[in-house]
Structure formats: C-alpha cells, structure tokens
C-alpha cells in the first residue's frame, strides 16, 4: 500500500494549529546547513516574503537543538563526505 504525501502530512503532529513534518537529512548535510545558517546574515537573504525568512531561521533553531555545534574538523569531514556523493 503506497502512502501519499498528503496522508503522511495528515499523520504528522500538531500543537495548535501548526503541523509538524519529519524530515530526515545525512547527519553531513544538517552540519553544513548549520554552519551555513550559523554564518549567514539572513537579513541578507533575498526572499519574496518575510515567512522564507522565517523558516530559515526555525531551521537553524532546530538544527541548533539537535546537533552540537561542530567542530572545524567536523565540518570538514561533512564537506568532503557530500562532495564525494553529488552528482
């Protein structure tokens, strides 16, 4: 039995009106958005409407509270295993 997209997002959890998504990521990839988010003036990113802003910034938070801040050598590591593996 195949899942749509919709279902699963049905399936997801709420806390008031806002549902929450799982989203899994390489542990690679959620350092170096991290440390991208962690160095990047968001008041600089260009974005059509302030909400992109804001769910850049949520990300970052949530990043924040599941990972330990990396260490140089971590980002290293995380850089050189994601360009091992882009197309």
């Given amino acids: ?5 919709s279902e699963r997002k049905r399936a997801g ?3 008031g009106d ?3 998504v799982d989203v899994r990521l390489w542990e690679a990839d959620a350092v170096v958005l ?3 988010l962690l160095k990047t003036d968001l008041d600089r990113v ?3 409407h302030p909400a ?3 769910a850049l910034a949520d990300l970052f938070g949530r990043l ?3 990972l330990d801040v990396p260490s140089s050598q ?3 590591d995380a850089l050189e295993q994601i360009s091992r593996h882009m197309d």
């Fill in 13 to 15: 959890r709420t806390v």
């Fill in 74 to 76: 971590q980002l290293v």
């Fill in 34 to 36: 991290f440390d991208w």
């Fill in 46 to 48: 260009p974005v059509e």
């Fill in 52 to 54: 992109q802003r804001q």
């Fill in 64 to 66: 924040g509270h599941v």
């Fill in 18 to 20: 806002m549902e929450f």
């Fill in 1 to 5: 039995m195949t899942t749509s997209n």
